[in-house]
């Protein structure tokens, strides 16, 4: 998006805007997103009740928000790129694959703090 040319509060407000818009067509269009914001919806009052500390609650919830932060990094990635055309092509699918090998990787990230945090 071009610099529009707003300052100080008022690109506050059009950016988080933005970033509300970008959350609904996220939730929309993404299966995935959806899916881990219902597993939130459990998950979150778990870590608020089964951490002990603040810095357990941080960790547990942290890891939560970090799936999310992936998956829409990743969702944007694949619409750029679907954006671009449908074709088959290497470079496409390789960053398609690394996408969701980011998305693994942060899940995996947060079973293991879980684990560590609560078992540890």
Do not use: C
């Amino acid at each position: 998006m071009a610099h529009s040319g707003h300052r100080g509060l008022t690109r506050i407000i059009k950016a988080a805007g933005y970033s509300w818009k970008g959350l609904r067509s996220t939730f929309k269009h993404e299966a995935a997103f959806r899916q881990e914001l219902m597993a939130m919806l459990i998950l979150v009052p778990l870590a608020l009740w089964l951490g002990d500390t603040g810095v357990e609650r941080a960790l547990l919830l942290g890891s939560l928000l970090l799936v999310l932060i992936v998956e829409l990094l990743n969702s944007s990635v694949e619409a750029a790129i679907d954006r671009i055309g449908e074709e088959l092509h290497p470079l496409s699918a390789r960053a398609k694959d690394m996408g969701s090998a980011a998305v693994f990787l942060a899940i995996a990230h947060a079973v293991v703090v879980w684990v560590l945090v609560l078992w540890g």
